[in-house]
């Protein structure tokens, strides 16, 4: 199965600032890369689709790029609510995988 | 506006089984496909399998399969996931989840609502 490595591990930055998360995969996932968003206590959710699609209702501060093996999710200037865990999932290939999370918090 | 409500947490004893319910509103249940993901205490996402609400079809993580079974019942709208043989390392948060988007011969393996999770704690 394919593996995806995040990196990095903590991102600690402040509001305003722009993060930039990372996602690795152990081959390549062509565009089928997919970024959630997870707070505390809530389910995932579905920030952008095949590595560049915002889905439904997610704010434009949120890009991502890439294809192949490496792809970038970057928050423009971060909100206080943006602060969470951020998974990314590829479904190229079965089974479908997730990384193990980048956690941004505040700095 | 598409809603996944699931069941209540459960504690469960090594060996026993878990039946956990997802039931779906605010879009066409028969059009897309029932994922189901778990989280343990603090890690990250696993993918466990997938589900056909019409057809019954299913697809089982390599993993899960000989313990899991993932059923739905169309006429209430509702998915369900089967975990038998529990042991203390099932204990988890488990979440439904709806697929993006189906064509006639298949469904994206990505989610765009989930469940709010359902906590199965296994102990003795």
């Known amino acids: 199965e394919i593996v995806l490595t995040q990196s990095p591990v903590t991102l600690s930055l402040s509001p305003g600032e722009r993060a930039t998360l990372s996602c690795r995969a152990s081959?390549?996932?062509?565009?089928?890369l997919a970024w959630y968003q997870q707070k505390p206590g809530q389910a995932p959710r579905l920030l952008i689709y095949?590595?560049?699609n915002r889905a439904a209702g997610i704010p434009a501060r949120f890009s991502g790029s890439g294809s192949g093996r490496d792809f970038t999710l970057t928050i423009s200037s971060l909100e206080p609510e943006d602060f969470a865990v951020y998974y990314c999932?590829?479904?190229?290939?079965?089974?479908?995988?997730f990384g193990q999370g980048t956690t941004v918090e505040i700095k | 506006q598409v809603q996944l409500v699931q069941s209540g947490a459960e504690v469960k004893k090594p060996g026993a089984s878990v039946k956990v319910s997802c039931k779906a509103s605010?879009?066409?249940?028969?059009?897309?496909?029932i994922n189901w993901v778990r989280q343990a205490t603090g890690q990250g996402l696993e993918w466990m399998g997938w589900?056909?609400?019409?057809?019954?079809?299913?697809g089982y993580a390599q993993k899960f399969e000989g313990r899991v079974t993932m059923t739905s019942d169309t006429s209430i709208t509702s998915a369900y996931m089967e975990l038998s043989g529990l042991r203390s390392e099932d204990t988890a948060v488990y979440y439904c989840?709806?697929?993006?988007?189906?064509?006639?011969?298949?469904?994206?393996?990505?989610?765009?609502?989930w469940g709010q999770g359902t906590l199965v704690t296994v102990s003795s």
């Open positions: 989840a709806k697929v993006l988007s189906c064509s006639s011969s298949s469904c994206w393996y990505t989610f765009d609502y």
């Open positions: 605010g879009y066409t249940f028969a059009s897309y496909n």
């Open positions: 589900m056909n609400p019409v057809s019954g079809s299913a």
């Open positions: 081959q390549s996932v062509s565009s089928y």
């Open positions: 095949d590595a560049s």
């Open positions: 999932q590829q479904r190229d290939n079965w089974p479908p995988t």
